[in-house]
T-cell receptor
Framework: QQQVKQSPQSLIVQKGGISIINCAYE??????FPWYQQFPGKGPALLIA?????SEKKEGRFTISFNKSAKQFSLHIMDSQPGDSATYFC????????????FGKGTRLHILP | DVKVTQSSRYLVKRTGEKVFLECVQD?????MFWYRQDPGLGLRLIYF???????EKGDIPEGYSVSREKKERFSLILESASTNQTSMYLC????????????FGPGTRLTVL
């Protein structure tokens, strides 16, 4: 299966809270899992990415948690800020093939001030 | 500051018209991509290119063609626009074997009447 299933579709979090977005996949050949952030009126931008040889990757307030056995990965945004309000896409690809990347449907995140 | 630029932010065309969408990147990236983004469907790959004058079909190439005469420029062509091609079109670029696009342009919102 080539799908990447992302949830929830939308999320509202209070300022200072933790935002959690989840993704699941079926194809065990996937070996690269990026997250993209898209602000209204802008194109997506690569935010953070992980490979399956590690279970967690942290960059500032953004953390990817990866569970290889469950075939799930998630994005955690700590101390969420109104400026984090955006649409987030998870994705998965195989063997560094840029054309084979599969995107999730996206999560619209809104951080309440 | 690295950039992917697209020739138009908004475009309105009539059914049957030939439409050109231009994309330019200034990062000397080998790979360039055209995606369309539709609500509920996420990002879908139309065409990509790994080198000058090279092009490969993505997941939804029907009704589209592309041209890459120079490394920095990748054009998407709608030979005869139809209403079901009304969408947000995103250009992206990356280095070879990056696992996925790294930089996206701001998008072109195309409306076909």
């Amino acid at each position: 299966q080539q799908q990447v299933k992302q949830s929830p579709q939308s999320l509202i979090v209070q300022k200072g809270g933790i935002s959690i977005i989840n993704c699941a996949y079926e194809n065990t050949a996937f070996d690269y899992f990026p997250w993209y952030q898209q602000f209204p009126g802008k194109g997506p931008a690569l935010l953070i990415a992980i490979r399956p040889d590690v279970s967690e990757k942290k960059e500032g307030r953004f953390t990817i948690s990866f569970n290889k056995s469950a075939k799930q990965f998630s994005l955690h945004i700590m101390d969420s800020q109104p400026g984090d309000s955006a649409t987030y896409f998870c994705a998965a690809s195989i063997g560094n093939r840029d054309d084979k990347i599969i995107f999730g449907k996206g999560t619209r995140l809104h951080i309440l001030p | 500051d690295v950039k992917v630029t697209q020739s138009s932010r908004y475009l309105v065309k009539r059914t049957g018209e030939k439409v050109f969408l231009e994309c330019v990147q200034d990062m000397d990236h080998e790979n360039m991509f055209w995606y369309r983004q539709d609500p509920g469907l996420g990002l879908r790959l139309i065409y990509f290119s790994y080198d000058v004058k090279m092009k490969e079909k993505g997941d939804i190439p029907e009704g589209y063609s592309v041209s890459r005469e120079k490394k920095e420029r990748f054009s998407l062509i709608l030979e005869s626009a139809s209403t079901n091609q009304t969408s947000m079109y995103l250009c992206a670029s990356s280095l070879i074997e990056a696992g996925g696009p790294k930089f996206f342009g701001p998008g072109t919102r195309l409306t076909v009447l």
